[in-house]
């Protein structure tokens, strides 16, 4: 999953510590990550599997939720002391490579300690940047639009694929308008990936090829004006409501019957409420392009790690190993590599998000990933908290849309 992963708790599991070599021959390398409470439980698991597959190698561990993560891993990688492996997102691939900080693990494949065949959907190129391999996808995921079935129903709305924007937005007026106490929609007018998805419907995509942004100020001076009518109107969830259910999201708690977000995601939703939740197709403008891909938490290793071998067989083993797959589930996105796809056999929320999966897949939709440029993050975090503010009403659209062109050509250096 890109950035946007929400993360539920704080929990540490071992120590940070560091790493090394003992006279034995052993070697310990650290490992961190960042998720929910239920993920730190299923990676303890795969690291014991691991280490008995490999007891020349021991693993710590350190989990923290996501903010936390970025926070400790640039001290860290400021004092040169970066965890030896750690998850990552295609987000922070060229902002941290750029950096030099991430282990290119190219010589690590032709050396045989990692194997980057049998991905999924073209995943094992995810992590290529500029030539260089820096990450490999645990897991693979891509946008849907989470709702409720039921009131979708009650509105005389099926969502398909080839739906388009016009048949959306009619459901969500009509479901705000039954007065029910439920909004037709969360307001994801804040949403980088969401937007992302509309513009390359349109042509253009929310970052260039050229580590630029590829929309002008009056195109999101339309996206944003649309969502803040739509608010006005009271078919979308007002800010301060959908700020008081945190950190469910607004469907989980039941205030809104649909949400824009990852596939996987609702396996979490799923475990928030009592109401029956489904995946859709993203609405399109012509009945065809959705403008989705594949996105992926990865692992990455420290370009100062004194155990690339090491650390390039830990990543093979957590993507290809199919007990590992078995234990991890959904967890992380659609497991990336046929040997783990197929030991696991997904029920429930797990098989939703399989079945979407290769509908979209099946449908031919899934387009090529641009590369976010570094300072993606910064632009991702300006841009939700701008529309934030548009929405609370403390500035306006206007003012909203220069903010975000001047700090984002900042945070891309141009």
Known sequence: MGVGVVALGLLAVGCGGGSGSSADGKVTIRYSWWGAADRAELIKKTITLFEKKHPNITVKTDFQEYGDFWTKFNTQAAGGNAPDVFQNSVAFLRKYGEKNLLLDLNSQVKAGNLSLKDFRAGLEKAGDIDGKLLGVPVGGNTFALVYNPAEFKKVGVTPKLGWTWDEYNTAVK???????????????????????????????????????????????????????????????????????????????ADLSASEFTWDNFLVRYGAETKTALALAPIPTTDGKKT????????????????????????????????????????????????????????????????????????????????????????????????????????????????????????????
């Open 174 to 252: 009509k479901i705000s308008e039954a007065k029910d106490g439920l909004y037709g929609a969360s307001d994801n007018g804040g949403v980088m990936y969401l937007y992302d998805l509309y513009l390359r419907q349109h042509g253009k995509a929310f970052f260039t090829a050229d580590k630029t942004l590829g929309f002008t100020e009056d195109d999101l001076r339309l996206w944003w004006g649309d969502h803040l009518a739509a608010n006005k109107a009271g078919d979308l969830v007002p800010a301060k409501k959908s700020e008081q259910v945190k950190p469910k999201s607004s469907v989980s």
């Open 291 to 414: 403008g989705q891909y594949i996105s992926s938490l990865m692992l990455s290793g420290s370009a100062r790690t004194k155990h690339p071998k090491e650390v390039a067989q830990f990543i093979d083993f957590m993507t290809h190993d199919p007990g590992v797959g078995k234990i991890m589930g959904y967890n992380r996105g659609v497991l990336p590599t046929n040997a783990q796809f197929d030991a696991y056999t997904p029920t429930g929320v797990d098989a939703q998000v399989a079945a979407y999966e290769k509908e979209v897949a099946a449908a031919g939709v899934i387009e090529p990933i641009t590369p976010h440029p570094a300072g993606a993050d910064v632009c991702e975090a300006s841009l939700l908290r701008i529309y934030g503010e548009i929405a609370q009403g403390t500035t306006s659209v206007d003012k909203g849309v220069s903010t975000f062109f001047s700090e984002a050509k900042t945070a891309l250096g141009s």
